[in-house]
Nanobody, 123 residues
Framework: QVHLVESGGGLVEVGGSLTVSCVAS????????IGWFRRTPEKEREFVAT????????YYEPSVKGRFTVSRDDAKNTVYLQMSAMIPEDTGVYYC????????????????WGQGTQVTVSS
């Protein structure tokens, strides 16, 4: 089992950058793929990015590809989502989630979720 806590959300201007973090508890963090999702006024749980256990396989939602970067530091039990060139449509509550072994773009495949962190992009 793994417990996830997101942090780093806040208010950022259009075109700005922000990094959110997901810290996990548990000795088997390295065995989990981690996904980032966001809740927006239009979508309950939209896929943003995911990273596999090794950190070498990453998938991104097309609208964030090239602007967002997901990475992990297993020594710190932490996954990062670096966001740049942000737009108002990036506004939402950002959640990290964990699942065994393989990454997935579907929120239904994830077993463990954090409480979320609010990101607001002002125009």
């Amino acid at each position: 089992q793994v417990h996830l806590v997101e942090s780093g959300g806040g208010l950022v201007e259009v075109g700005g950058s922000l990094t959110v973090s997901c810290v996990a508890s548990g000795r088997t963090f390295g065995s989990y793929a981690i996904g980032w999702f966001r809740r927006t006024p239009e979508k309950e749980r939209e896929f943003v990015a995911t990273i596999d256990r090794s950190g070498s396989i990453k998938y991104y939602e097309p609208s964030v590809k090239g602007r967002f970067t997901v990475s992990r530091d297993d020594a710190k039990n932490t996954v990062y989502l670096q966001m740049s060139a942000m737009i108002p449509e990036d506004t939402g509550v950002y959640y990290c989630a964990a699942r065994d072994l393989y990454p997935s773009t579907s929120p239904r495949d994830y077993n463990y979720w954090g409480q979320g962190t609010q990101v607001t992009v002002s125009s």
